[in-house]
């Protein structure tokens, strides 16, 4: 099971960080990515991280303002959120995978999903 937690409301340029506790797998198996939905929108890529934590990935969007980290002792992963934008407001999602960290994009090749947490940012 994965459980987001740390989502609120933050105003323009503020700060957030979300984490995904999870349970029931073995967590260094796993690639993690954060997805996102905002009303009315499919739902997106945010970024990724590989098993190790050695690497990760964002979509363009977020690049610069968002960091993925993971602690592996924990089973937890992160997003951190910096410079946050009205346009960032959406329900976050976190996800696990055993497909290849190059395939990790997209939401079709992950198995594990956490139920969300909602991220509210006002202008």
């Known amino acids: 099971q994965l459980q987001a937690s740390g989502g609120g409301l933050v105003q323009t340029g503020g700060s957030l960080r979300l984490s995904c506790a999870v349970s029931?797998?073995?967590?260094?198996?796993?690639?993690l990515g954060w997805f996102r939905q905002a009303p009315g929108a499919e739902r997106e890529f945010v970024g990724k991280?590989?098993?190790?934590?050695?690497?990760?990935y964002y979509t363009e969007a977020v690049k610069g303002r968002f960091t993925i980290s993971r602690d592996n002792a924990r089973s937890t992963v992160y997003l951190q959120m910096n410079s946050l934008k009205p346009e960032d407001t959406a329900v976050y999602y976190c996800a696990a995978t055993t497909t290849i960290y190059t395939r990790a994009d997209s939401d079709e090749n992950y198995s594990h999903w956490g139920r969300g947490t909602q991220v509210t940012v006002s202008s």
């Open positions: 991280i590989t098993r190790s934590g050695s690497a990760t």
């Open positions: 029931g797998l073995t967590f260094r198996n796993y690639v």
